[in-house]
């Protein structure tokens, strides 16, 4: 097989594969002798000198697809997503699916357009809000603490991702 005369040639061999799977970072070979027989085939029939680096180099883009990978290269995986065949789908079956989604985008732009209205409604009835006091005028110091405090709950209640409509209508059975 080897002598120990190869042992200098053998190491120098080494050391190129090891520069190269460097080179090749982050992607990487596996360490299969499959791999070093075909790069030193092909740098044999290239007449690639298979203790550099380089020509390792040059051997395993040409051989990109036929090796074993650790860690696949970028471009291995560009030329296999490339390499797949392309579906199309019927055209029933894509104008079902632009109408369920334009169904969905207009429902969604409702609720949101409905909340907004639930919002300002409840502005207006906390702002209205205005209690009497015993002599029949306004009594302004409740009337701060309380729109102050229904204020901090719709915020609340907004933040937790309450209807807001049904906080609306909760505000104004309490008017």
């Excluded at 090796?67 to 390499?83: I, Q, S, Y």
């Excluded at 919002?119 to 009594?139: C, H, M, S, W, Y």
Aim: aromatic fraction near 4%; include cysteine.
């Amino acid at each position: 097989m080897f002598t120990d005369s190869d042992a200098p040639m053998l190491q120098a061999v080494n050391d190129a594969f090891q520069k190269l799977n460097k080179m090749l970072s982050p992607a990487r070979l596996k360490d299969v002798r499959r791999n070093i027989v075909r790069l030193s085939l092909y740098c044999e029939e290239h007449r690639l000198n298979l203790m550099s680096p380089q020509d390792l180099l040059t051997a395993t883009k040409a051989l990109l697809t036929q090796l074993d990978w650790a860690v696949e290269p970028a471009a291995l995986r560009a030329h296999k997503e490339m390499g797949k065949i392309a579906t199309i789908k019927s055209p029933l079956q894509s104008e079902n699916e632009f109408a369920q989604k334009k169904a969905a985008g207009e429902k969604a732009d409702a609720y949101a357009k409905q909340q907004t209205e639930a919002q300002k409604q409840i502005a207006l009835l906390i702002e209205n809000f205005t209690p009497i006091n015993k002599r029949g005028g306004i009594d302004y110091a409740l009337k701060e603490r309380v729109q102050k405090s229904l204020r901090e709950q719709a915020a609340k209640h907004k933040a937790n991702g309450v209807d807001m409509q049904k906080v609306a209508n909760a505000t104004a059975k309490n008017s």
